[in-house]
């Protein structure tokens, strides 16, 4: 009991340092002291979904945006809608770049980091947004399907990331992003190994954060709930085939865009973490009373069987 009442007071004084500070950058922002005109962004998974939001975002901020992802002829749509994007807010668009990259193919991926750092060797933001899916019962995932989702979410990410960081540092400036999710916080049922992708990224990006915070080097973590992309269309199931079909909760999550401009608002705000408020209460749940969540991810399980005829999928 003692224990508990400490955590909750621990986690409210938390809230409030939180919000508070949030507060405070929020006003700075308003005051039109941040901005990011000029920064030059790399952007992965711009092909779609939450990441070309993002490039819309920061290139109608006046950022130089790099796209980044294997489908180049939708990178190739993205630039054509920013370049034809009309802003009567008087700010300075700069012409996006494209390179594709597959974050599966660990050869190439420092090639290609290199390659943007030739071209543009101030990288200002590294917004690690591209990801793949998986569902399918744990036991069915075929082992190169978990290292194909492993490869991508979680090695090939921060291969990526660790070409970038010689630069960052020696400037003593950057933000490095990862788009996680909030299954990278606590674990679901039904997506084994993206939810420990997820778990590895945020874990990574807390030690890397703390390692270099001295060189004044950002790192950030947004862990998006269900957002409306197609994500769990495009998502791998156990046999390794596309999914193919979306779900209830995606349709009617948050749109991309609202997505984008809350990655966007904590990057301005210099924030460490984006977690919808919504999910508080489970991620305090999985910490502090184990058992509760334990039971709760079990009738979810339950729940997920009926609802998508499990048959295919175990
Ligand atoms: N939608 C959600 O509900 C949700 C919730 C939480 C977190 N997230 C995270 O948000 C991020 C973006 O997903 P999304 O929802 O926008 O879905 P999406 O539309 O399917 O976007 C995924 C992006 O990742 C890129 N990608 C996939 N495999 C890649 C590879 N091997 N190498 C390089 N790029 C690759 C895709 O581009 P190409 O196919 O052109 O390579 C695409 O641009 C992901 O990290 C996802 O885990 C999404």
Same mark, same amino acid.
């Given at each position: 009991m ?17 919000v508070?500070?949030k ?7 308003k005051?039109g ?8 962004? #790399? ?18 901020? /006046?950022?130089? #945006?790099?796209l980044?992802?294997?489908r ?9 809608d920013?370049?034809n994007t009309?802003?009567?807010?008087g ?6 770049e494209?390179?594709?990259? +597959?974050?599966d ?7 290609k980091?290199?390659q943007?750092?030739?071209a543009?060797?101030q990288i ?11 569902i399918?019962?744990?036991?069915a995932?075929k082992?190169?399907? +978990?290292t194909r ?8 990410t921060?291969a990526?990331?660790?070409?970038f960081?010689p ?5 003593k400036?950057?933000?490095i ?5 909030? #299954?990278g916080?606590f ?18 990006? +807390?030690?890397?954060?703390?390692e ?14 269900f957002?409306?992309? +197609?994500?769990?269309k495009n998502?791998l199931?156990?046999? /390794? ?6 779900? *209830? ?5 948050q ?7 809350d990655?966007? @608002?904590a990057?301005? *705000?210099g924030?460490k973490e ?8 489970v991620?305090?749940?999985r910490?502090?009373?184990?058992a ?10 339950r729940?997920f069987?009926? @609802?998508?005829?499990v048959?295919?999928?175990?």
């Open positions: 003692a224990l508990l009442i400490i955590c909750l007071v621990i986690a409210f004084i938390a809230i409030v340092y939180a508070g500070q507060i405070y950058n929020e006003q700075k922002i005051r002291q941040r901005s990011l005109a000029g920064k030059v962004v #790399v952007i992965t998974g711009s092909s779609s979904g939450i990441g070309e939001s993002l490039a819309h975002k920061f290139y109608e901020s /006046g950022c130089k #945006v790099i980044a992802a294997r180049v002829g939708e990178l190739e749509r993205v630039r054509r920013l370049l009309k802003l009567n807010n700010i300075q668009t700069i012409r996006p494209i390179i594709q990259l +597959d974050l193919e660990s050869t190439q991926i420092i090639e980091a290199n943007i750092l030739s543009s060797p200002d933001i590294l917004i690690n947004n591209a990801g793949v899916s998986m399918s019962g744990a036991r995932v082992p190169e399907v +978990d989702v492993m490869n991508i979410n979680y090695f090939g921060i990526f990331t660790k070409a960081l630069s960052m540092i020696e400037r400036q950057g933000t992003v990862f788009v996680s999710s909030i #299954v916080r674990a679901a049922p039904y997506c084994s190994s993206y939810t420990a992708s997820k778990h590895a990224l945020q874990a990574f990006a +807390d030690c890397l954060r703390s270099i915070s001295k060189d004044n080097v950002r790192v950030m973590v947004s862990s998006p709930g957002v409306k992309t +197609d994500i769990i998502a199931t156990g046999g /390794g085939t596309t999914y193919g079909v979306s779900n *209830r909760q995606i349709e009617s999550g749109t991309p865009e609202d997505c984008a401009n990655i966007y @608002r990057v301005l *705000r924030d984006v977690v919808p408020l919504k999910y508080a209460g991620i305090c749940l910490n502090v009373l184990p509760i969540y334990f039971r709760i991810m079990e009738r979810r399980a729940v069987e009926q @609802r998508n005829k048959a295919h999928i175990v």
